[in-house]
């Protein structure tokens, strides 16, 4: 019972930022590039570099979500 709630809440956050079309789905990981993306821990600094007007890397199909990190940091524990 209780190992269900952390899914849920994962569930939860995703439509809420993300809508249905996102439902479960992860993007591409950030640690495809580790060097590229050394050091970067905030979502804040990923529109300085994939933001459509202005792109660096790939530009993002979906500048307006937030918690970047939640569906592209694959593969990492991150500490707060
Ligand atoms: C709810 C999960 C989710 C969130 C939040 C999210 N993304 Fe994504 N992202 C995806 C998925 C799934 C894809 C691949 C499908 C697509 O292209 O729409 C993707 C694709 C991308 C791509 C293009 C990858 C490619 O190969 O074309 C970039 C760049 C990107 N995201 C950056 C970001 C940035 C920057 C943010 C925060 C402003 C962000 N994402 C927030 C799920 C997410
Ligand atoms: C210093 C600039 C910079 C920052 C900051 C940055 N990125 Fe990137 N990112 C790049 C570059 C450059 C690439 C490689 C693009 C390529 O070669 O296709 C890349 C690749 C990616 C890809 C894979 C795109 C693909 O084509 O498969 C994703 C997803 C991504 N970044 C997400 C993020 C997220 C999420 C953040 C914030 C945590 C972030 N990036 C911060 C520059 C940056």
Redesign the pocket.
Known sequence: MKKNIAGRFVLLV?LL??GCA?LG????SIHLYPDVHAGITE?GE??GC?HPDAPQ????????????L???QDDVEQEE
């Open positions: 995703v930022m993300g996102y789905a992860h993007g591409p979502d990923c529109l994939h890397g790939t530009p993002t199909p979906h500048p307006n979500l937030k918690g970047c939640k569906c592209h």
